[in-house]
């Protein structure tokens, strides 16, 4: 008999989060524990820049369409020389186009039965920078820690031509066209 309940009330835990997967969940982006990164290379050196997000928030449906909004401040990245923050000020008109903002969307994301679990996602979206809208595509791995907390890491590539942005230059070399963007994200449900 105590072997049976045991057996039942095991059961029954294991099922807790298949049973939640039945609602949406809403995450909230816990700030403080996140950083986005840019990296911009030039023959001389390359430049990296870190800022807290200002805002983010992901919302995983019970069909598995898991939707992601993330923003920045531009003033908020720091490269760890203040004239170069200046000039990247200057370059991406931060007074006419404050923010950086990404929402994207990726299908067939289900929360695990267990946990730590790991699951690879490739988020398809828009990435507002310049006063430019550009469709990107941004893999990342989703790491659910627990049924409450979830963190994001990933690396994408984006064109500064294709954002309207004139490279910057240094000793008349152009730093390249390419910049690299690295969001560390980390998402816990709205209300824990």
Not at 136 to 146: A, C, D, G, Y
Request: net charge positive; hydrophobic share 45%.
């Amino acid at each position: 008999m105590i072997v049976r309940r045991l057996a039942l009330l095991t059961t029954l835990l294991l099922s807790v989060p298949a049973l939640a997967q039945g609602g949406a969940k809403t995450y909230a982006l816990k700030k403080d524990a996140s950083t986005l990164t840019y990296k911009l290379h030039h023959p001389a050196h390359e430049v990296v820049g870190t800022a807290k997000p200002s805002d983010g928030k992901a919302l995983l449906k019970a069909d598995g369409t898991l939707q992601v909004a993330v923003r920045a401040n531009i003033k908020d990245f720091d490269s760890g020389n203040a004239n170069r923050d200046q000039h990247m000020w200057e370059v991406t008109e931060v007074a006419k186009h404050p923010i950086v903002d990404f929402k994207g969307v990726a299908t067939g994301v289900k929360l695990p039965a267990t946990f730590p679990s790991k699951v690879q996602v490739t988020l398809k979206g828009q990435l507002l920078f310049h006063g430019e809208k550009q469709s990107v595509e941004v893999p990342v791995t989703v790491l659910f820690k627990s049924a409450t907390e979830v963190t994001t890491e990933g690396s994408f590539t984006v064109s500064l031509e294709q954002f309207k942005l004139e490279r910057p230059s240094l000793l008349m070399v152009k730093v390249d066209d390419k910049l690299v963007l690295e969001p560390k994200l980390v998402f816990v449900v709205e209300g824990t």
